[in-house]
């Protein structure tokens, strides 16, 4: 992945790099746990995790927010979804290690299954084409019971094939979201990161059922979601509560702070000596 970032961090970069092999580790003198103690003085509880959850889920909402205006189908929610959550994905580097001979059987049995399904809708179609012209013949005899039975049949034939011409969209979508998701694990953050009432929530307002983008597995981990309406939002704890964040900095004594004391100390004490004798 390549990102723009300001001239400071590339320098800082830079020097973090320097004399280093492509497999060493770039910032080697700093560990999570000692990361994790540095963000604790800022705010108690503060670690790296929450600032990548707080940004997953801010991410996955704005991304979701851009379907506003549009009317989704149950199909093209879930393909809107599913890149939501791939931009998320990329935002927390969260990536797999594709086997090329397994991901190549899996897209060529999609690619039947997409060409058989094309056929289908062609037949489909041809059927739907003879059943407006038995209509047409069915008018012109003027018979009621044939002309009922045409329109019925007509009725069946264009069902059909607006259910097939579904079938082939959610196909050729399905392998347009395998291609895209190749090398990116969507899961990880759907389970760790990504708050889910957003999900619930985009969900409900959509109207899709959220099975089609949460298994079964998921659903039963976060129960607890089902609470957010169409119109929750995520919000940052901290704009809620109104914390500000300040850096907590133990102050220490100055040496000529330090000395000060130490010789008014040793000063009191003979004096006490002195006067004991």
């Not at 108690?44 to 600032?51: H, N």
């Not at 969507?186 to 889910?196: E, R, V």
Request: some cysteine.
């Amino acid at each position: 992945n390549t990102v723009d970032v300001p001239e400071e961090v590339a320098a800082a970069m830079g020097k973090c790099l320097k004399g280093k092999a492509a497999t060493d580790s770039i910032f080697d003198s700093i560990s999570p746990t000692t990361l994790n103690s540095y963000f604790k003085e800022f705010m108690p509880g503060l670690s790296a995790k929450v600032f990548r959850t707080y940004n997953a889920s801010v991410t996955l909402e704005r991304e979701l927010a851009k379907s506003e205006g549009l009317n989704l189908s149950i199909e093209e929610a879930r393909v809107f979804y599913t890149n939501a959550n791939r931009e998320v994905a990329i935002l927390c580097n969260h990536m797999r290690t594709v086997n090329e001979e397994s991901f190549s059987a899996q897209v060529d049995r999609m690619q039947e299954r997409l060409k058989a399904a094309r056929k289908a809708l062609k037949e489909r179609k041809n059927k739907t084409k003879d059943a407006r012209a038995t209509l047409k013949e069915a008018k012109a005899e003027g018979k009621p019971k044939a002309l009922e039975k045409a329109k019925k049949a007509l009725e069946r034939a264009k069902a059909l094939e607006t259910k097939q011409v579904g079938r082939v969209k959610k196909i050729e979508a399905d392998m347009e979201l395998k291609t895209s998701t190749k090398e990116i694990a969507l899961g990880t953050s759907k389970i760790n990161y990504m708050d889910p009432r957003i999900t619930y929530a985009w969900c409900k307002k959509v109207g899709m059922p959220v099975e089609k983008v949460f298994n079964p597995a998921l659903i039963k981990k976060f129960p607890w979601a089902d609470v957010a309406g169409e119109d929750w939002k995520f919000i940052c704890p901290r704009e809620v509560s109104g914390i500000k964040i300040k850096r907590v900095v133990k102050k220490k004594k100055s040496t000529a702070k330090k000395k000060s004391t130490a010789k008014k100390k040793s000063t009191a004490k003979k004096k006490s000596t002195a006067k004991k004798k």
